[in-house]
T-cell receptor, first 113, second 114 residues
Framework: NAGVTQTPKFQVLKTGQSMTLQCAQD?????MSWYRQDPGMGLRLIHY???????DQGEVPNGYNVSRSTTEDFPLRLLSAAPSQTSVYFC????????????FGPGTRLLVL | AQSVTQLGSHVSVSEGALVLLRCNYS??????LFWYVQYPNQGLQLLLK??????LVKGINGFEAEFKKSETSFHLTKPSAHMSDAAEYFC????????????FGKGTHLIIQP
């Protein structure tokens, strides 16, 4: 199993540009989520999905869109990038159930100029 | 609502000394608690988790944590620090069912002095 994969690893954008961060998992996990990590802030939940066709907002959803058309993929879209979205983004997946382990991807480092 | 407080953004210990990283949580329902480790420029790796079974939980790399409900704590310990333990450590809580995300603490950077 490849686990959770993310592309790209690093991206530089100009303010106002759009892009999609890709996330895929091959563990047949129902639950997938996106977090952003900022220095001294820990990780904060952006959006999550409990299955194909179902998404919901987390703690910091503004400026981000998601969709879930398949179990495997959960892309994160920035429609108009802002410098405040400079961060490291992590995708994660797990089985449903409160005690299930959440597996994280390697992250995408995004710089918005 | 749930929250996590990690005391100390940086903790420095000597190689071979006890490692103690503190985590306190708040949750309106019985919690699931997790410790993750992050090495530089990498993703997060699970160290251990508490899921309402044994209150003393053993994890990978010699780490363990004890769930203390009366103190709302889940401190991480390791008897003898190694240089390879230098990393960022995150405590996280999940207070509900299948739709709940993890709420993370702000992290503790562990420094190992030779």
């Amino acid at each position: 199993n490849a686990g959770v994969t993310q592309t790209p690893k690093f991206q530089v954008l100009k303010t106002g540009q759009s892009m999609t961060l890709q996330c895929a998992q091959d563990m047949n996990h129902e639950y997938m989520s996106w977090y952003r990590q900022d220095p001294g802030m820990g990780l904060r939940l952006i959006h999550y999905s409990v299955g194909a066709g179902i998404t919901d907002q987390g703690e910091v959803p503004n400026g981000y869109n998601v969709s879930r058309s398949t179990t495997e993929d959960f892309p994160l879209r920035l429609l108009s990038a802002a410098p405040s979205q400079t961060s490291v983004y992590f995708c994660a997946s797990r089985l449903t159930g409160g005690g299930e382990t959440q597996y994280f991807g390697p992250g995408t480092r995004l710089l918005v100029l | 609502a749930q929250s996590v407080t990690q005391l100390g953004s940086h903790v420095s210990v000597s190689e071979g000394a006890l490692v103690l990283l503190r985590c306190n949580y708040s949750s309106s329902v019985p919690p699931y608690l997790f410790w993750y480790v992050q090495y530089p420029n990498q993703g997060l790796q699970l160290l251990l988790k508490y899921t309402s079974a044994a209150t003393l939980v053993k994890g990978i790399n010699g780490f363990e944590a004890e769930f203390k409900k009366s103190e709302t704590s889940f401190h991480l310990t390791k008897p003898s620090a190694h240089m390879s333990d230098a990393a960022e450590y995150f405590c996280a809580v999940r207070g509900g069912g299948g739709a709940d995300g993890l709420t993370f603490g702000k992290g503790t950077h562990l420094i190992i002095q030779p």
